[in-house]
């Protein structure tokens, strides 16, 4: 806070000015026709590079039902786009440019059920808005949190990922993957 004294020779205060307090901000629910989801994760990016966020969605419905789904956001409607991802529920999402092309791609990994392997991780690139897996060799997990940043200092996002898998005996995990140019 600022406060500001006006002294009149004599030492003492004659008067304070201070600013108003802040006023408190308001949040108002905005139905925007998104799943509910549990044991699931939500990234904002702007995927098309239109300048507002889109919205990457994984979790599970009270049905049980998986999703990873991009939501585009065309001025406060949000459209599925079937970007075709792997369901996952007990869940991370990470929007990240992995290979510099400009546009965010997308790290996903959960548990699976019905798929290749019951504990997924997957990166998609983004091809124009159609999501590719480019079949990277990362560790499957569930109860994970994905995170990009460049460690290394060679311009491109690696990816810290953490989580667990199980065969009966649990594994934890903590692992950092090196980008090497987009590859």
Known sequence: MLSLFLLAGTGCKDDAIS???PQPRTFTFDAAGL?????SEIAWGDYDNDGDLDL???GRDDDSNCYSRVY?????????????MVTVLNSTIAWGDYDNDGDLDLAVAGRCYGGVSEWESKIYRNNAGNFVDIG???TGL????????DYDNDGDLD?????????????????????????
């Not at 799943?35 to 044991?39: I, L, Q, V």
């Not at 569930?142 to 940043?149: L, P, T, V």
């Open 19 to 21: 600013p108003p307090p």
């Open 35 to 39: 799943p509910g989801t549990a044991e």
């Open 56 to 58: 990457a969605l994984t």
């Open 72 to 84: 585009r956001n065309d001025s406060g409607a949000f459209t599925d786009i079937n970007a075709g």
């Open 136 to 138: 990277a060799t990362i």
């Open 142 to 149: 569930a109860g994970s949190s994905f995170a990009w940043g």
């Open 159 to 183: 990816l810290a990922v953490s989580g667990y898998w199980t065969d009966g005996t649990f594994y934890f995990i903590c692992e950092v993957y090196r980008n090497d140019e987009g590859v």
